[in-house]
């Protein structure tokens, strides 16, 4: 078993794996369980969950999973969300698709996170988008009361800038430790916008959502995809390796420590990008897919 463990204040693994699409894998919940002791064998023992993750039924699909072997617990690292209400069928309560970051959303939603996720504790809960209303004061004596209690160990936010991010951090005594942010190369913004500078200079982990854009940075046919791909192949040749790990050591290769979620149920996929850790990239390379990315030539 091979850990690699982020080099950052954040308590996770070197890359993590995404259960949004876990509903789609259509897995027994023995076979679940079997995905995940393979991502541990991997080293890959950071899992991203949401609440609302397939209509809020993704965390109990994990959960499920997790009961068959509760001692794999100790052996990983949860991060879990909260923040978006999305009215679903078996959410009644739920009219509108908006954000909530009143106490007693948070709160009930860690409570039904932890229920269905069948574990008393979450490693790392995230705010999963800013909200205009969210009352940071209140969002930070909710966090430290939930942090009291034991029920959540780190916070930190997905889809911030720089400055929500710093609004939070401000009345919070705990280090917020991650930003969620969505990085490929095909998703340049946050390379651009501040975010990842905010969080190298803070020593924030950004987690990056849709690494391979969802699967487009392989299957689109736009100009800018097909300028990407042609510059991933070349490189992937040079090395011997696939276009899947350029694309993760490129996001690697990141001063900010990035540390990519993957969505796919494929263990295949994930053993190429666990042994892409291993894959440097030179500079050159590195901005030869910022190039094919951005459709001109640096400044
Ligand atoms: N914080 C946020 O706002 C936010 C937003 C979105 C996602 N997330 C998190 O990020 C995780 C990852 O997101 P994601 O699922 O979009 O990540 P992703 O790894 O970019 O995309 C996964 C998708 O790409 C496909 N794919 C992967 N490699 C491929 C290849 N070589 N050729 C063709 N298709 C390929 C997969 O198909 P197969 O299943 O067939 O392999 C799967 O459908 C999620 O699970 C979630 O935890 C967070």
Not at 204 to 212: I, K
């Amino acid at each position: 078993m091979r850990h690699q463990y982020h080099p950052l204040g954040f308590e996770g693994s070197r890359i993590a794996q995404g259960f949004w699409r876990c509903l789609e894998w259509q897995m027994s919940p023995a076979q679940r369980l079997g995905f995940i002791e393979a991502c541990l064998a991997l080293g890959v023992t950071t899992f991203d969950h949401a609440d609302i993750y397939g209509k809020y039924q993704c965390e109990a699909l994990f959960g499920e999973a997790l009961a068959l072997k509760p001692a794999l617990r100790d052996k990983m690292e949860i991060v879990t969300k909260c923040g978006v209400r999305m009215p679903a069928e078996h959410r009644p309560d739920i009219a509108l698709h908006r954000y909530d970051y009143r106490s007693k959303h948070i709160i009930d939603s860690v409570d039904a996170s932890l229920a269905a996720l069948q574990c008393d504790y979450i490693d790392t809960l995230l705010l999963h988008r800013p909200s205009p209303l969210m009352d940071a004061d209140e969002v930070a004596q909710t966090l430290d009361y939930l942090f009291t209690l034991g029920k959540v160990k780190h916070f930190g936010v997905s889809n911030f800038t720089a400055s929500q991010f710093d609004l939070l951090q401000s009345r919070l005594d705990a280090p917020l430790v991650v930003n969620q942010l969505e990085l490929s190369p095909l998703a340049l913004q946050h390379f651009l916008d501040g975010t990842l500078d905010h969080a190298q200079q803070h020593a924030v982990t950004p987690m990056a959502w849709s690494p391979f854009a969802g699967g487009a940075l392989f299957t689109g046919t736009d100009e800018k995809t097909v300028r990407v791909q042609a510059v991933l192949k070349t490189i992937a040749q040079a090395h011997g390796v696939s276009q899947d790990q350029v694309a993760i050591a490129w996001l690697l290769r990141h001063p900010s420590g990035i540390c990519p979620v993957l969505g796919s149920g494929n263990i295949e996929r994930l053993e190429r990008a666990a042994d892409a850790t291993r894959l440097l990239l030179s500079d050159d390379d590195w901005f030869r897919i910022w190039i094919a990315s951005q459709g001109q030539p640096v400044p």
